[in-house]
Each structure stands twice: as C-alpha cells, then as structure tokens.
C-alpha cells in the first residue's frame, strides 16, 4: 500500500507543469517588444513623410528593434519547444507510472487472494506433502509409441544403428505384449544388418521367422536374413533362404525382389 501511495504522489507531481517564470517574462517582453514597434513604425512613417533627418534615424532603430524582436521570438519558441518536450516526456512518464501501478496493483491482488485463501485453508499432512508436489511437476512420461518412433528415427533417418537398436531393446523389455514388438524385434535385426554385425542379424531375425511366421514382417526378415548370408560371403545359404521366401511367401513384396536376386 505504501509503494502504491507513493506511486501516487508521483503521478499527481508529473501530470503537467505550470509555465515557469521565464516563460512568462518571455511572453510579457514579446508584447513590450511589439507595443514599441508598431509606435516606432507610426513616428517613422511620419519623418519619412516629412523628409527630416530623424526619420534615418527612427529607420535604423526600428530595423535594429526588429532584429532583436526575430531574436527574442526564436528563443521564445525554442524555450516553448523545450517545454513541450519536457510536458511529453512527463506525460510519458505518468503514463508508464500507471502501468506500473496497475500491474503492482493486479499483483497485490493476487497475493492478497493466495494469503487469504491460505488462512482460510485447514493446515493437513495433504497439504504440505513435498512428494505430491513434487510428482506433479514431473515431465510427462514417454509413451510406448514415442520410444518405438525415436527407436526407428535413429536407425532410418540418422543412420544411428546402435543407439536405436538399445531403445528397441529398451521398448521390448517393457512393452513385450504391445502390438509393434515384432516390429522391434525385426528392426533390432536391420539395425544389426547396419553395423555390419551379419551373425548378430541373422540370429535376430531368425527370431521373427520362426516364432512369427505369420506376421507381416516375417518375409522382410527372410529377406534381409538372405542378404545377411550373402554379405557373409555364403551364397549357399543366401540363395537357400531366397528360395524358401519365394516358396512360403510367393505374393509378398519382398518376393519379386527374393527373384531378382536368384535370378542373377
């Protein structure tokens, strides 16, 4: 309350400005200044007529009175052009000031609300529970899907084999009944494939055949099994296992491509 007070006084001090003293004189020595010229114009517009030698002389002070009078009003109007700066940036200033007291005024608000709602509240083991705090601001916690995603980004996209082949381990071990665990075992074997670890692969893949025969990726696992026996350098077993695909899956994709093989 005390700030707000205080923010107070200084929006009432800096709302506007008075004209200040020199402004005033200024003014009153413009009007002066003019007061005597327009007499001083009258007396020479008189000698002129009349052709005396004072009329020279009133010509001189009048251009010497309208000198001064063009100097006087460009001070006049740069101190009037300072003011009015000086008048925007105060306006500028209490327009800040009240934002400023706004916002600290909504603050004020809302704590006032919590300390009141606080008071207001039974002190309980529930509510002071750190664990409970704690659990809610928690990261949400990746789903099944979105390792299995990750998994597949490294080995396909990133080219990353090893580390997606870890987190398809990571997704078997905890999600061995959900409906992409094949997938994972069938892609833990084309990571393999990548690193060059042919064994390793053919092993793996060996598992999707045999105990998933019916599944979708079984002939994608025979097939990369196949070209696992060929980068090993046993054509014997490579073409063997071609042939069984072209036998056990004669309609899948990757039997064209089993055909191709053998037919070279």
């Known amino acids: 309350m005390r700030l707000l007070s205080i923010l107070l006084g200084l929006l009432l001090l800096t709302a506007c400005i008075p004209p200040s003293d020199t402004q005033l004189r200024m003014e009153m020595d413009l009007e002066q200044m003019k007061r005597r010229l327009a007499q001083l114009e009258v007396q020479k517009t008189d000698a002129v007529t009349s052709g005396s030698a004072e009329g020279d002389q009133l010509q001189r002070q009048v251009a010497e009175l309208q000198a001064g009078l063009d100097n006087l009003r460009v001070e006049y109007q740069s101190i009037n052009g300072r003011l009015d700066d000086l008048n925007r940036d105060n306006r500028q200033l209490a327009d800040d000031l009240q934002l400023i007291k706004d916002d600290l005024g909504l603050q004020l608000s809302s704590l006032l609300s919590s300390v009141e709602e606080l008071e207001q509240r039974p002190v309980t083991a529930e509510t ?9 601001l928690k990261a949400p916690e990746e789903t099944a899907e979105q390792l299995y995603q990750r998994a597949l980004d490294k080995i396909r996209k990133e080219e990353r084999f090893a580390e997606g082949r870890q987190l398809l381990e990571t997704f078997s071990a905890k999600y061995p009944q959900h409906e992409l665990y094949v997938n994972a075992l069938y892609w833990s074997g084309e990571a393999l494939y990548g690193e060059k670890k042919y064994e390793l692969a053919i092993l793996q893949l060996q598992d999707v055949i045999s105990k998933y025969a019916k599944h979708p990726k079984a002939p994608a696992a025979m097939l990369k099994q196949g070209l696992a026996f060929n980068a090993l350098g046993d054509g014997r077993n490579a073409r063997t ?9 004669p309609d899948s994709a990757q039997a064209k491509m089993a055909k191709k093989f053998l037919e070279q």
């Open 128 to 136: 002071v529970s750190p664990p409970a705090v704690a659990e809610s």
């Open 241 to 249: 296992t071609m042939q069984k695909l072209l036998d056990e899956y």
